[in-house]
């Protein structure tokens, strides 16, 4: 499946070490999001990307614990980061 | 000129007839009152803030006895800003305090020009401290001692934050002490002014403390965000100053700010411009020496970062 970040959505963010706070320029909801799950808003901030993709970005950009299938992560925050209307699926 | 200018009786009367129109941090306030216990605080509390010439005035608020047969079954106050009420009355005696809680309520409701945070903040070497903080932690305690102590006072209750530069915006007004925190600060500041203490108000007993005048004369100087700090008083617990990641502290203080949501957008890059600049802490203390002392080390620090 291909994702892209949801139409005027600016990514205003506030990093810090661990956390990021992101505020939805959509719903004016302000989120407190874990760095990876930001990592993958910047990646789709660059521009639209299949799961597999995100997958692999993950899996090279992040240390992940013995045990942690890449593709199962990105599956699991893509889902929370539609579920918040950051970003949304491309129809095929 | 100050309102300290006017004779007594010549306040009341002006209270009385037209109003007196004063300046409140970058507000104008009108206030219109009979009511002889207003009259005596607001002179003892306010005797250091502008005098101004109406009819202009950011809110025009007036505390009088109800009308109808209220008035003579038990004396009541009601605070009327711009001709209404927005309260039930309270006691007669609750006047002053309720002058105070209808002029904050006129600002928080009002100004949504500034991102309004509950909380209390002091400067010192041009860096503020903002407390935010629920009823009961002894924000007010401690921001009391503070402004007594080489801290200016901007703010005991409300935190106004400019949407164009995250700068914070003086509003000195009379510090406002609940229950065991009166005598406490009556100790701990005996060369202070406070107004009559309060008793059985929705908040216990309440006591006024005037802000001191150095802070009332800077209240056109706007300060850089520099800490925040969330206090909590517990009884004989150790000092502890414990550093407070940023991004946990931007949403407890969006939790405690009245117009965070209304602002939207602007109100994020407010509050981040304020919380990206700013150390942040929680604050355990039981001895205002000891917590004094911590604020004080934080702003012989600040040159430094």
């Keep these: 499946m291909n994702w892209k970040l949801r139409a005027g959505q600016r990514l205003r963010m506030l990093p810090d070490d661990e956390e990021t706070v992101v505020y939805n320029d959509l719903s004016g909801d302000t989120h407190l999001l874990s760095g990876i799950a930001v990592s993958l808003l910047e990646r789709l901030q660059q521009g639209p990307a299949n799961s597999d993709t995100l997958a692999g970005f993950l899996a090279s950009e992040w240390e992940l614990d013995a045990g942690i299938v890449p593709a199962a992560l990105t599956e699991t925050l893509l889902g929370e980061l539609a579920a918040l209307s950051l970003i949304e699926p491309i129809p095929s | 000129m100050k309102i300290s200018a006017l004779p007594d009786a010549e306040l009341r009367q002006r209270l009385m007839a037209d109003g007196v129109y004063f300046r409140t941090g970058t507000f104008v306030a009108h206030l ?69 809680w209808g002029l904050n309520w006129c600002v928080s ?93 929705i908040k216990g007993t309440v006591a006024q403390m005037k802000a001191p005048s150095e802070s009332i004369e800077c209240a056109d100087q706007v300060a850089a965000p520099g800490w925040i700090i969330f206090p909590r008083y517990e009884a004989d617990a150790a000092l502890s100053l414990t550093p407070v990641p940023r991004s946990r502290a931007f949403m407890r203080v969006a939790d405690n700010a009245f117009n965070y949501t209304r602002l939207g957008a602007a109100g994020f890059e407010a509050l981040k411009g304020v919380v990206a600049h700013s150390d942040c802490y929680d604050l355990r203390y039981s001895v205002l020496d000891e917590a004094i002392a911590a604020f004080d080390r934080l702003a012989s620090q600040a040159g430094k970062r």
């Design chain 2, 32 to 100: 219109r009152t009979r009511l002889e216990q207003v009259a005596a605080s607001f002179g003892l509390l306010y005797s250091d803030y502008p005098l101004l010439e109406g009819p202009y005035a950011d809110f025009h608020v007036e505390l009088a006895p109800p009308r109808g047969l209220r008035r003579w079954l038990r004396p009541q106050v009601d605070f009327i800003a711009d001709g209404h009420a927005p309260f039930a009355a309270l006691p007669a005696g609750q006047a002053f305090p309720m002058f105070e």
């Design chain 2, 109 to 201: 409701s009002q100004a949504q020009h500034y991102l309004i945070i509950h909380a209390a903040v002091v400067e010192r070497n041009g860096h503020a401290a903002i407390l935010p903080a629920p009823p009961g932690s002894g924000k007010s305690t401690l921001c009391a001692a503070l402004i007594h102590h080489g801290w200016r006072l901007l703010s005991d209750e409300l935190t106004l934050i400019r949407i164009d530069d995250a700068a914070l915006v003086p509003l000195p007004r009379p510090v406002s002490l609940k229950n065991a925190s009166i005598d406490v600060i009556k100790r701990y500041v005996p060369h202070a002014t406070f107004s009559p203490s309060v008793t059985d108000t």
